[in-house]
């Protein structure tokens, strides 16, 4: 197994980093740059993609709301709103009262919105679905395990750095 050195910024000296965990920086590298092509795509801003996203492909059982969307993509409630109002003009959403409190709202993806930002994003999904298949369903638990730790690394780090 090789290791990459690179500096530490911490004290200035080298640091030796894991094969996997060079992977994953490239990974994130082209995760943002696609997600900005995928933008200027579909012409939307950075915040009106995540929102997109949150409600096409990470939707909880729970309905989202502005709200919540809000906590989602780290940003205020009110910039989440003005995302949520360009998409709603846009055709892309649409809003209902909350099922269980009259108070909130929830927000659903138009069949135009999904048409268009799957459409776009249909190829890459295509491509990591291909990706995926060719992993026997033992590798594809170990691969699913190291994700999910991934995350929770990610998750710890966010309520160290808040």
Do not use: C, K, W
Not at 48 to 74: Q, T
């Amino acid at each position: 197994m090789t290791q990459e050195t690179a500096a530490d910024p911490a004290d200035g000296s080298l640091a030796v980093f894991s094969p996997d965990l060079v992977a994953m920086r490239e990974l994130l590298t082209l995760v943002s740059l696609a997600r900005v092509a995928l933008a200027r795509r579909l012409a939307m801003s950075l915040h009106d993609l995540e929102v997109m996203e949150h409600l096409l492909l990470g939707g909880p059982a729970e309905p989202l709301g502005p709200a919540e969307l809000s906590r989602r993509i780290g940003v205020s409630t009110a910039a989440a709103t003005q995302s949520v109002n360009r998409l709603e003009a846009a055709g892309h959403l649409t809003r209902r009262p909350h099922p269980a409190d009259r108070r909130r709202q929830t927000l659903d993806v138009t069949p135009a919105g999904s048409q268009q930002v799957m459409g776009a994003l249909g190829p890459l999904l295509g491509l990591l679905e291909e990706n995926s298949q060719r992993l026997t369903e033992p590798e594809r638990r170990i691969v699913t395990r190291h994700l999910r730790d991934e995350a929770d690394a990610y998750r710890t780090f966010l309520t160290l750095v808040d």
